[in-house]
């Protein structure tokens, strides 16, 4: 018996080794060692099977010989600990602050072979040596100029920045594919290489392009056209993002992710992630989260409908995934109810044939109960599939989607019931009560089966999915898992202050202790009752 356990354990970690080999690609080149953390110095040692000439750089640029920066390989590298930071020292924000403190940095390795004056093979590694992280790494290698240049770089502010409009101007501002970068990934676990693949780089958000520490929305660019490895359990996304923690990098550093995984399990989408520390061309770049990215690939990843056959919008109507027009049941929809009375049953029962009347209440519920001060005029995303399917999403039906909580779990007191019925004049995008956002929970509210679902539902949630110490329990795990990098990521970026981190944690906790109370207050004012 413990014979053949043994040979099944053989037979596993070839397969495993196997998986990480074609996830990092074959290569000509033997190398002596593997991307990854290391605790000593050592030498690094190139060959080439068919005798080619060898050249590398070490600053993230392509080889190319005889170009400075670019050198040839002799007789060994030697790997070290290093601090010879560059990149880290360019500024890349109005708000941006000169990183304090000393701050190791990883040797990246371009490398080509050259062959009869043709490049035949390259390859590309990341050295990490006496560097320790509690959590996963992600290695980012470009051209420098991809990133930081005046003319063409796409972190920086650059030629296009107005300084009479500083936070909506600069070069990061600029969308689509002539402002995508080739790059290179390297995704590390316990200091081990797990998977290497090419990316197109851009960078993501709204006005969070204008912060110090950027989102960065990345495109699979390998040969299958999907990121191979598992990331949250799946294979077969086209896209990931690796993203600041929005408007809230300056504060705890975990709403977003802690409040989507309060509500993950509701009947909307949420986003998987994890937070991760970056590296940009060896330099340190600090904790951003690896989140999952909402597009069509993303639907048939998480929910097995067929991609070409679904569309996603925004609440403005707008596509954000999907062919031009594929929004029409929807505004058809909001005409609908503007035109109409949805107390009288037939008006609702159509309703609820254009809408997954499931997903809008517990969707609308978990932003109430959040407090979300940038909703619903903004960060509402819905989807649907355009031709039936068979399965539990094959309907055809409108389902919401969270993102972006960012300015969330706030203030205690803020009646986002109200604002989700008749706007809000004070929120950063202005509601108003004949908004699409608003019009349509308002009136579909008149309708009596609607509104006891949706109290009913109102009363689970509140009590079970947003108990006190179940949301306290996630707040403190997400707060732990970066607790011993923060420190680090706030001497690099300035934010989060350290001394108020802690503070910032608390008051999310606050928050979850104070909000039922207020919460009930506010639906006895609207619907008379003592929940």
């Known amino acids: 018996m413990l014979g053949k356990l043994n040979i099944f354990s053989c037979l596993i970690a070839i397969l495993f080794f196997t998986a990480v080999i074609s996830s990092v690609?074959?290569?000509?080149?033997?190398?002596?060692?593997?991307?990854?953390?290391?605790?000593?110095?050592?030498?690094?040692?190139?060959?080439?099977?068919?005798?080619?000439?060898?050249?590398?750089?070490?600053?993230?640029?392509?080889?190319?010989?005889?170009?400075?920066?670019?050198?040839?390989?002799?007789?060994?590298?030697?790997i070290a600990e290093r601090n010879d930071n560059?990149?880290?020292?360019?500024?890349?924000?109005?708000?941006?602050?000169?990183?304090?403190?000393?701050?190791?940095?990883?040797?990246?390795?371009?490398?080509?072979?050259?062959?009869?004056?043709?490049?035949?093979?390259?390859?590309v590694r990341s050295y990490f040596v006496g560097i320790h992280h509690d959590l996963p790494v992600v290695s980012i290698i470009t051209e420098p100029s991809n990133l930081f240049d005046e003319e063409k770089g796409i972190y920086v502010p650059g030629k296009l920045f107005d300084p009479t409009n500083p936070y909506w101007t600069g070069n990061y501002h600029q969308r689509g594919n002539e402002w995508e970068r080739a790059a290179v990934m390297e995704y590390f676990e316990n200091g081990k290489l797990l998977y290497r693949t090419d990316i197109g780089l851009r960078i993501h958000g709204e006005f969070t392009r204008s912060l110090p520490i950027k989102s960065l929305r990345l495109y699979a660019r390998?040969?299958?056209?999907?990121?191979?490895?598992?990331?949250?359990?799946?294979?077969?996304?086209?896209?990931?993002?690796?993203?600041?923690?929005?408007?809230?990098?300056?504060?705890?550093?975990?709403?977003?992710?802690?409040?989507?995984?309060?509500?993950?399990?509701?009947?909307?989408?949420?986003?998987?992630?994890?937070?991760?520390?970056?590296y940009i061309n060896g330099e340190y770049w600090g904790i951003t989260y690896l989140m999952e990215y909402y597009d069509q690939r993303y639907l048939q990843v998480k929910h097995g409908v067929t991609e070409k056959n679904t569309v996603i919008i925004n609440g403005d109507l707008s596509i954000q995934d999907g062919k031009e027009g594929s929004q029409e049941s929807f505004v058809k929809l909001a005409?609908?109810?503007?035109?109409?009375?949805?107390?009288?049953?037939?008006?609702?029962?159509?309703?609820?044939?254009?809408?997954?009347?499931?997903?809008?209440?517990?969707?609308?519920?978990?932003?109430?109960?959040?407090?979300?001060?940038?909703w619903p005029g903004n960060n509402e995303r819905l989807w649907r599939v355009l031709k039936p399917e068979n399965g539990t999403f094959?309907?055809?039906?409108?389902?919401?989607?969270?993102?972006?909580?960012?300015?969330?779990?706030?203030?205690?007191?803020?009646?986002?019931?109200?604002?989700?019925?008749?706007?809000?004049?004070?929120?950063?995008?202005?509601?108003?009560?004949?908004?699409?956002?608003?019009?349509?929970?308002?009136?579909?509210?008149?309708?009596?089966?609607?509104?006891?679902?949706?109290?009913?539902?109102?009363?689970?949630?509140?009590?079970?999915?947003?108990?006190?110490?179940?949301?306290?329990?996630?707040?403190?795990?997400?707060?732990?898992?970066?607790?011993?990098?923060?420190?680090?990521?706030?001497?690099r970026w300035g934010k989060p202050e350290t001394d108020t981190w802690e503070e910032s944690v608390e008051w999310m906790k606050e928050f979850a202790k104070e909000r039922r109370g207020y919460l009930m207050k506010y639906l006895n004012e609207i619907f008379g009752t003592d929940q």
């Open 86 to 123: 560059s990149l880290m020292y360019i500024p890349t924000s109005p708000l941006w602050q000169k990183p304090q403190g000393d701050f190791k940095k990883a040797t990246v390795l371009r490398i080509i072979e050259v062959v009869d004056g043709k490049v035949t093979d390259s390859a």
């Open 335 to 374: 005409e609908f109810v503007r035109d109409n009375d949805l107390s009288k049953p037939e008006n609702y029962v159509f309703i609820s044939q254009v809408i997954d009347i499931d997903s809008y209440i517990d969707y609308y519920i978990a932003e109430i109960i959040a407090g979300n001060m940038d």
């Open 25 to 78: 690609g074959y290569s000509q080149l033997v190398i002596s060692h593997e991307s990854g953390f290391y605790n000593n110095p050592f030498t690094l040692e190139i060959k080439s099977t068919v005798g080619g000439l060898i050249y590398y750089t070490i600053d993230g640029s392509e080889p190319v010989s005889g170009k400075e920066g670019t050198f040839r390989y002799r007789n060994g590298i030697p």
């Open 222 to 278: 390998n040969k299958e056209g999907e990121f191979t490895y598992p990331f949250f359990g799946r294979t077969g996304y086209k896209k990931l993002v690796l993203r600041n923690s929005g408007n809230d990098w300056e504060d705890t550093y975990i709403r977003d992710s802690a409040i989507q995984e309060i509500f993950k399990g509701l009947k909307f989408d949420t986003q998987d992630n994890y937070p991760v520390v970056h």
């Open 394 to 491: 094959g309907d055809g039906k409108w389902r919401w989607m969270m993102y972006d909580m960012d300015l969330s779990f706030w203030e205690p007191s803020h009646n986002t019931l109200k604002a989700a019925m008749y706007g809000d004049p004070n929120a950063p995008h202005i509601l108003t009560v004949g908004a699409t956002s608003t019009i349509l929970f308002r009136k579909i509210l008149e309708n009596e089966e609607f509104k006891k679902k949706f109290l009913e539902r109102f009363d689970y949630i509140i009590n079970v999915v947003f108990n006190e110490n179940r949301v306290i329990n996630i707040i403190d795990e997400h707060a732990k898992r970066i607790s011993t990098e923060i420190a680090f990521h706030s001497k």
